[in-house]
């Protein structure tokens, strides 16, 4: 069974940093395409990252220079470095899996993890 | 301001038939995957359509979804009380080389 589970979330000021972590069971982590994504409170779902088998990455405007997605291959985990921390970053954080196979699409969630951004 | 776009809500009673609507461009919809996703309040969003019109295993038949040019739609019939729940389209956009999803549609059950 694949399973998702977000941990790391948390209060943070602004300008602060926080590592978010994502670890999978039921599927290798570094044979998929896996994503970050997050909603707001009371907001729909943003798309923030992915990272792709071959560790190419892309990020979301509104993180980009601030936010880096890896993964530990040996732990079977993704991680979201957050950095630079502002207000509106305040969410909560999914990681999800990408499917490839029959076009794209996001199969699989966390139960995610909230992260809130307040002095 | 989301790049795909949805109605913010739709109501309907009991049994009856609802359709969402979800736009989007040549950059996304038209020429990728169309995906849906069901969420309840405090849940996290799950699969419900995949590849514009694919049901995965476990997914009711009462939903269905269809896709033309740079739109499409999901229907949802026979609806009950537990169908109440937001609802997301997404698609990857290949100008973007990202997700991007729908503003999300409140479904409401009357």
């Known amino acids: 069974e694949v399973q998702l589970v977000e941990s790391g979330g948390g209060l943070i000021q602004p300008g602060g940093s926080l590592r978010l972590s994502c670890a999978a069971s039921?599927?290798?982590?570094?044979?998929?395409?896996m994503s970050w994504v997050r909603q707001a409170p009371g907001k729909g779902l943003e798309w923030v990252s992915v990272?792709?088998?071959?560790?190419?990455?892309y990020y979301a405007d509104s993180v980009k220079g601030r936010f880096t997605i890896s993964r530990d291959n040996s732990k079977n985990t993704l991680y979201l470095q957050m950095n630079s921390l502002r207000a509106e970053d305040t969410a909560v954080y999914y990681c999800a899996r990408d499917q490839t196979a029959a076009g794209r699409y996001i199969d699989s969630w966390g139960q995610g993890t909230l992260v809130t951004v307040s002095s | 301001q989301s790049v795909l776009t949805q109605p913010p809500s739709v109501s309907e009673a009991p049994r009856q038939r609802v359709t969402i609507s979800c736009s989007g461009s040549s950059s996304n919809i038209e020429n990728t995957a169309v995906n849906w996703y069901q969420q309840h309040p405090g849940k996290a969003p799950k699969l419900l359509i995949y590849?514009?019109?694919l049901l995965p295993s476990g997914v009711s038949d009462r939903f269905s979804a269809s896709k033309s040019g740079t739109s499409a739609s999901l229907a949802i019939s026979g609806l009950q009380s537990e169908d109440e729940a937001d609802y997301y389209c997404a698609s990857w956009d290949d100008s973007l080389n990202g997700w991007v999803f729908g503003g999300g549609t409140k479904l409401t059950v009357l």
């Open positions: 990272i792709y088998s071959g560790s190419i990455t």
């Open positions: 590849y514009d019109d």
């Open positions: 039921g599927f290798t982590v570094s044979s998929n395409y």
